[in-house]
């Protein structure tokens, strides 16, 4: 992963159809916005965003939020309550982040939004990240600019730091005005508060003349960790059971594998899909949410799954078919 020759170009028209352009080949692109560094990828391609969370080292797949120009792209993405319409008029483009209905044929993969049927939406207020948002003409899911764990960037020099080697290009444009992320409000049902940040809450109430709502998660919530750990859990779940770590396919069983390898049974399997059968766990990244949303769709009862190796991107892969996994019982909802 560390052999990117990661360039920098400062803001100009240039840089911002060469970012456009590196977006549209699956590149990865950190820009600025009013709140932080963002580091960019093509939302709708998951093998580009397969390697955002490698380049991000991200443990789990956190769901990311989707960058739009103007509120008719939003609008193809998401449904809007009468709430959500009303804070989207009154803060875009602005450090406000919704978290909304994923509107039927929401162009944003499953990998980016880590399976949830909702999506994170927001409409930065800076001229750069704009620009490159006219000229790509898609939504660009970007969580900030920084390794997992590390602060983030409000200036390019903390991305080249932290990412240099990682990702295809920086766009520079100078140090960033608010430096803190954007607040997320959850429009799901009642509006809640899931992250605080740019837009304070008071000035959130006022809009809604009504007080959010409070998540039981957002207290104390660590910018990269997600916002509900259970609720990642009870919001993908397979319709068919799934088995981890096989050693071997039982009759009629799906097959879900991984490498050059097969297991013994392979051949009674009702169906398999090969997660990437050159090792990749990048490309085995890019293709969990489709290949198990396959398998599921063919209506086996149990899908199996050869073992996946934990590092890198392994360990996000491993986390999610865990939650998969898990007993239904278990799962909270
Ligand atoms: O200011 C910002 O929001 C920056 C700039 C780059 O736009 N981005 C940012 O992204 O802070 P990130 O990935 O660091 O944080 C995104 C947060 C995560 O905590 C994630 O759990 C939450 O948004 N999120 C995304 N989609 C969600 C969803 N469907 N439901 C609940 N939470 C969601
Ligand atoms: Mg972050």
């Known amino acids: 992963m560390a052999d990117l ?42 093998k580009a965003v397969a390697r955002l969370y490698a380049a991000k080292g991200r443990p789990s797949f956190n769901p990311l939020i989707a960058h739009v120009d103007g509120l008719p792209a939003a609008g193809r993405l998401a449904v809007f309550s009468a709430e959500a319409l009303a804070l989207a008029q009154a803060f875009w483009p602005g450090p406000l982040t919704l978290v909304l209905p994923k509107a039927p044929g929401c162009p944003v993969c499953d990998l980016a939004t880590a399976g949830l049927d909702s999506v994170a939406l927001r409409l930065p207020a800076h001229p750069v990240a704009e620009a490159i948002l006219r000229a790509f003409g898609g939504a660009v899911v ?17 991305v080249a730091e932290d990412l240099s080697g990682r990702i295809d290009l920086i766009v520079d444009g100078g140090p960033v005005r608010i430096g803190v992320e954007s607040t997320i409000v959850g429009c799901l049902g009642a509006p809640v508060l899931l992250r605080p940040g740019g837009v304070p809450r008071a000035a959130i109430e006022r809009v809604l003349g009504r007080p959010l709502g409070e998540s039981p998660s957002a207290a104390g919530h660590a910018a990269d960790a997600p916002l509900a750990p259970g ?84 360990e996000a892969i491993n986390d999610l078919l865990a939650r998969a996994a898990a007993p239904r019982g278990l799962k909270p909802d």
């Open 142 to 158: 970007a969580p900030s600019a920084n390794r997992s764990g590390h602060v983030s960037p409000t200036q390019a020099a903390h």
């Open 5 to 46: 020759p990661t360039r920098t170009l400062q803001a100009s028209d240039d840089a911002t159809a060469e970012a456009a352009r590196a977006l549209r080949n699956g590149g990865l692109v950190a820009f600025p916005t009013e709140t932080v560094y963002g580091l960019g990828a093509d939302a709708a391609n998951p």
């Open 231 to 314: 609720m990642l859990a009870s919001h993908y779940a397979p319709a068919a059971r799934v088995r981890l770590e096989a050693r071997e396919v039982g009759p009629g069983e799906a097959l879900l594998a991984f490498g050059p390898q097969t297991l013994p049974g392979a051949d009674q399997a009702s169906a398999v899909r090969n997660l990437s059968p050159r090792g990749d766990l990048v490309e085995a990244a890019a293709n969990l949410f489709g290949m198990v949303r396959e398998l599921d769709g063919i209506g086996a009862k149990s899908i199996t799954v050869m073992p996946v190796p934990r590092h890198d991107l392994g």
